[in-house]
């Protein structure tokens, strides 16, 4: 019995016994932000307006007045392009279509019109779905212009 005494009062096993109490409470606090990380629709801010703003880091990739609010999108190759609607093969492999107004903004190396929409072009789309399950576009990308792919 004092053996056990001497070695529960001496210095090494205070040590690693504070050592095993600090990883232990590291990992709680670890696990109760992944909880409430998860669940953070639970305090609303899904519905909150997040105008964040950050036309400084994503260069001419987004509209120069920030994000998007509530939008959707896809990524996809054209398949067809008429003056108001793209048809695009998604990268799931589902065709979806794509309505163009004159307040979509349409962005390549710098600033492009309908005109510039070509068959094979590869393109990321913004924008809000309507009741026909199509995308009304707020924002059009190309990525690779059909003749600028590169190749596999």
């Known amino acids: 019995m004092k053996k056990i005494e001497k070695m529960i009062n001496s210095g090494k ?14 990992l709680l606090i670890f696990h109760a932000g992944i909880v409430v990380g998860s669940r953070h629709d ?10 964040f703003s950050f036309p ?17 999108g896809s990524v996809g190759t054209i398949i067809a392009v008429t003056p108001t ?3 695009i093969k998604t990268r799931a492999g589902t065709n979806r279509t ?3 107004s004159t307040s979509t903004v349409i962005r390549g190396d710098n600033d ?5 929409l070509a068959a094979g ?17 707020h924002f059009i990308h190309i990525l690779f212009a ?7």
Not at 13 to 24: K, Q
Not at 42 to 51: Q, T, V, W
Not at 56 to 72: A, E, K, R, T, V
Not at 112 to 116: C, P, Y
């Open 13 to 26: 096993v205070r040590v690693i016994a504070s050592i095993m109490g600090a990883l232990i409470l590291a």
């Open 42 to 51: 639970l305090f609303g801010r899904h519905d909150m307006n997040h105008g």
């Open 56 to 72: 400084f880091l994503l260069g001419d990739f987004m509209p120069s007045y920030g994000f998007i609010q509530n939008n959707h």
């Open 85 to 87: 609607m793209l048809s």
């Open 98 to 100: 794509i309505l163009i």
């Open 112 to 116: 492009v019109g309908i005109t510039s």
């Open 121 to 137: 072009d590869q393109i990321v789309v913004l924008g809000e779905p309507d009741s026909q399950d199509r995308l009304d576009a």
């Open 146 to 152: 059909s003749t600028t792919q590169p190749t596999p």
